[in-house]
C-alpha cells in the first residue's frame, strides 16, 4: 500500500516534468519561428520586393517594345502587373506589420486588411500563376500547332484571354473577401488585440476545405502540372523540329541551331522548376497548416506559413533575372532601352545647358547695352 502510495507522486512528478520540459521546447521552437518569420519578411521579403518592383517594371517596358510586341509579350506584361500587385500586397499586409506591429491596431487598418489587403493578395498570387499557364499554352500553340498560331496567337486573343483569366481568378477568390473582418476597438476582448477578426465564414470548416482543396490544390497544383506537361511537349517538339532540319542543313547552321534549342531548353526548364520549387514550398506548408495542430504547434505552424509565403514572393520578383540570364533578345532589348535613356538624359542636360548658357549670354549683353 505505502509502495503504491509512494509511486503515485513519482509518476506524476515525472509526468509533469515530461510536461514542462515540452513545454520549453514548443516555446523555444516557436521563438526561432517568430524570430525566422520575422527575417523573411522584414529584411529578405523587403529586399525581395524592392527588387521585384525595379525588374517587373523593367520587364512592362521591354516587352511592350515594338520589336517584342506580340501574344506572348501581352501575357508577360500582364504577369508583371501581377507580380507587382503580390509584392505591393505583401509589403503592406506582412512586412510594415512585421516592422511596427502597432499599425495592425486601428479600426482603418481592419478595414483595409480585411476587404482589401488580404484577399486582394491572393487574388494577384493567382492571377500571377494562371497567366503563367496562358503564356505556356500560347508558347505551346505557336511550337506545337504552327498552322493554327497565326490565328490563335494574336494580341487581340491575348488580351481576351487575360480578361477571362482574371475574370475567373476573382470569382473563385471571393471567399477571402469573406474571411476577415474588420473589428472596433470596443469589441475586442483586449486592448492590444488587432483591428481585425477572423469572420464567420473563416471560422467555419467551409473556409478550410476551400483554402485547402481549392487554393492549395486546383489553383496552385493544377497549374504547375499543366505548366510542366506543356513545357515538356514544347521541349520535345523543339528538339524533333530541330533534328529534322539538321539533316538539311551544314555543320555551321547545326551548330546555331543546337545552340537556340538548348538556350530555349534552358529557358523553359529553369521557369519550369522555379515555379515547381518556390511555389510547392508554400503549397506544402499550407497543407500543414490545414491541418490546425494544438497550441504552440499550431502557432509554429501558423508562423511557417507566414515565412513560406517568401517562396511566392520570390517568384514574383525573379523573372526579370529568369529573363536576363536565359533570353538574348531580352538581353538586347534591355541594353538598347538603357541607351536610349541614358541619350535622352545627356540630350536633356545639354539642352538646359544651352539654354542656360543662352540666358546668360541674352543677360549680359542688356547689362552691357544699358
Not at 503515485?8 to 514548443?26: F, G, I, K, Q, Y
Not at 518569420?37 to 517594345?65: A, C, K, Q
Not at 475574370?167 to 471571393?174: D, K, P, R, V, Y
Request: net charge positive.
Amino acid at each position: 500500500m505505502s509502495s503504491d502510495m509512494s509511486s503515485v507522486p513519482s509518476s506524476v512528478n515525472s509526468a509533469t516534468t515530461e510536461m514542462s520540459m515540452r513545454t520549453a521546447s514548443d516555446d523555444e521552437m516557436l521563438t526561432i519561428a517568430q524570430k525566422m518569420h520575422w527575417v523573411t519578411s522584414v529584411v529578405v521579403g523587403t529586399i525581395f520586393v524592392v527588387i521585384g518592383l525595379v525588374g517587373n517594371t523593367l520587364s512592362i517596358l521591354i516587352w511592350n517594345r515594338k520589336s517584342l510586341r506580340s501574344s506572348t509579350g501581352i501575357y508577360l506584361i500582364a504577369q508583371a502587373i501581377a507580380d507587382i500587385g503580390v509584392l505591393v500586397f505583401f509589403f503592406v499586409t506582412d512586412s510594415i506589420v512585421m516592422m511596427e506591429p502597432s499599425i495592425k491596431m486601428p479600426y482603418s487598418y481592419g478595414v483595409f486588411f480585411s476587404y482589401i489587403g488580404y484577399p486582394f493578395f491572393f487574388l494577384f498570387v493567382i492571377c500571377s500563376i494562371w497567366i503563367t499557364v496562358g503564356v505556356t499554352v500560347d508558347r505551346y500553340i505557336q511550337v506545337c500547332w504552327i498552322g493554327y498560331s497565326k490565328a490563335m496567337c494574336s494580341q487581340r486573343r491575348a488580351f481576351t484571354g487575360i480578361g477571362i483569366i482574371v475574370l475567373l481568378c476573382f470569382i473563385i477568390n471571393l471567399p477571402h473577401f469573406w474571411t476577415f473582418h474588420a473589428v472596433a476597438v470596443e469589441d475586442r476582448a483586449k486592448p492590444d488585440d488587432p483591428g481585425f477578426a477572423k469572420a464567420e465564414f473563416g471560422q467555419t470548416g467551409g473556409s478550410d476545405q476551400y483554402e485547402f482543396w481549392v487554393h492549395c490544390m486546383f489553383l496552385v497544383l493544377v497549374p504547375w502540372v499543366t505548366i510542366f506537361i506543356l513545357n515538356m511537349f514544347i521541349i520535345r517538339e523543339v528538339s524533333l523540329a530541330n533534328k529534322k532540319m539538321n539533316k538539311a542543313r551544314g555543320e555551321e547552321m547545326k551548330e546555331k541551331m543546337n545552340k537556340k534549342e538548348a538556350q530555349i531548353t534552358r529557358l523553359l526548364l529553369t521557369v519550369t522548376f522555379t515555379f515547381l520549387i518556390l511555389i510547392a514550398l508554400q503549397c506544402i506548408t499550407q497543407c500543414f497548416f490545414m491541418m490546425k495542430p494544438n497550441g504552440a504547434n499550431h502557432e509554429m505552424v501558423n508562423k511557417a506559413f507566414s515565412i513560406a509565403k517568401l517562396g511566392v514572393i520570390i517568384n514574383s520578383s525573379i523573372n526579370f533575372i529568369l529573363y536576363c540570364l536565359s533570353g538574348q533578345r531580352f538581353r538586347k532589348e534591355l541594353f538598347g532601352l538603357i541607351v536610349k535613356r541614358v541619350d535622352r538624359i545627356k540630350s536633356s542636360s545639354v539642352s538646359m545647358s544651352e539654354t542656360s548658357s543662352t540666358r546668360l549670354t541674352s543677360t549680359r549683353n542688356t547689362r552691357s547695352s544699358m
